[in-house]
């Protein structure tokens, strides 16, 4: 099975600390303003998704959305959830542990399109 979306082991801590401290979570690949393109982390019942945004898989059992016009950008490539030291977006929950989440990308094999996209 191929996933669209997975994450680095820093990652999965930091998503498992989050989790101890406030509960289920949910993710939303932000597509640019106030925050850029930064993969941001809510208390799951407290973003709301909708008819335009699509969930992409799950990271350590938390879902994890993208905006449908973002996925277009990105359909062709696996996205990479990290974390590095430093301020991110300021709404998202990792802020005040000193950590922000990055999305790093890598293209799908051709392999990988043909099961992904039946091509």
């Known amino acids: 099975m191929v996933k669209r979306v997975i994450a680095t082991e820093e990652a999965l801590k ?12 949910m993710f939303h690949q932000s597509g640019g303003c106030c925050d ?7 208390p799951r019942d407290e973003f709301r998704t909708g008819d335009s945004d699509i969930l992409l898989g799950e990271i350590s ?26 301020r991110g977006g300021m709404f998202s929950l990792e802020g005040p542990e ?19 996209f039946n091509q």
């Open 14 to 25: 930091l998503i498992d600390k989050l989790k101890d401290l406030h509960g289920p979570l």
């Open 36 to 42: 850029g393109s930064s993969p941001m982390c809510y």
């Open 61 to 86: 059992g938390t879902p994890f959305f993208i905006a449908k016009d973002q996925y277009e950008y990105w359909k062709h490539t696996q996205l990479i959830i990290d974390v590095v030291d430093g």
């Open 98 to 116: 000193g950590k922000r989440f990055l999305t790093r990308s890598r293209v799908f094999t051709g392999e990988e399109r043909k099961v992904l």
